[in-house]
Every structure is written in C-alpha cells, then in structure tokens.
C-alpha cells in the first residue's frame, strides 16, 4: 500500500471494500488476487521507475528504496562494513552521484534535474568530501585504480570483487566509471530501474 497508494484517495470506501471481499474470499486468496492485479510486471518495471522520478526524498518510493537497502544490508559506497543503515541512524550525507556542481558547471541548472533521487545515495562525510565534484569517470575510476595499488583515496575497499558488489548494492550502472554529464539522462533512467529491481527483491524476500 505503500507503493501503490492504495489507500491515499478515499481511503474509508477502499478499507470497506477491502474488508468485504477479505470476508467473503479469505485474506490470503484475495491477498494473492491483488498481488497479481497490482504489483505485475508493468508495476515493477514501468510504473515504479516512474514514481521514482522526483526530488522528494520524502517520497515512499525512496523510503521503501531505502528500507530495501537496509534489509539487504547494503553498505554504503565506497565503504565495506558502514552499512546504510548506519548512516542513516547518524544522519550521514546524502551524496549526489553526479555532483551537484560538476552538473550546474556543464547546463544542468534546475533543481529538478539535479535533485533528483536516482542522483543520491548515502556517504560517508570523509568519502564525500574527498569525492568533491569531480565527474564519475573521475572518481570511480580512481575508486577502481585503489583497487590495484592499495592507496586510499575513497572510503576502504582496495579489492576489486568487493568493489563491484558494493557498485551492484547501491544500483549504480556498471559503465558508470565512462559516465560524464551528457549521459546524465540515460544514468538516471537506469539507476531508476536498478533501484526498482531493488525494491522487488526486498518485496519478494519478505
């Protein structure tokens, strides 16, 4: 309900109906007749991508996003063994993927556009200020290069296998490391959908 909306408009009339089908066909038959309805296939890959674009980091879709990462113990980037779940606790930085300013210095100036929360994930303060506005082909690339030489630059991973996991677990695209600001777009629609694929595991794993 949290996703769909399902109780947002007239909420009392969709309650009774619900109770009245609940008694007449048993919760988990009519459970599983909505499922199918309302959660299909086009839910999962149209329409949430979809309600995740937005700037509102109050949105349910990034606040199921969120408790999806947090079940699945996701650790935040750059970081293994600081979880997303720590950070949000401390109230850590949410980061832009593409840096704000790194975005504005190349046209994109609306709030809409580098606001939006397939934009942001949550960092750690020392990652973050060392990751600056740099481009992602920048930093990942750095991030990567660690990996080899065992000198930390962005947070504590120096192995390969760990940094490609924890790239998966924050549903960053793989191509990020060749990413500047002309495939911004194309960054966010697939970060959407990552993050949606998220959010069906999390579903189904309950």
Known sequence: STLTGRYVGSPESVMSRDIRLINEKGFINFFYEI?????????WDISLPQNLETTSTNSPAFNTFLAAQINLNCNSL?????MISDLINISGDVHHIFPKK???????????????????TYL???VNKAVSDDAP???FSKALEQCETKQLIYGNITDLDILHKNIEQNCIPANIIEMEHTDYDSFLNERRRLMAQKIKSYYYSL
């Open 102 to 120: 790194y975005l504005i210095r190349n046209g994109w100036t609306e709030k809409s556009k580098y606001n939006q929360i397939a934009n942001y």
């Open 78 to 82: 750059f970081m293994h063994g600081t």
């Open 35 to 43: 499922e199918a309805s309302v959660l299909s296939d086009t839910f």
């Open 137 to 139: 082909y920048i930093y």
């Open 124 to 126: 750690d303060t020392q």
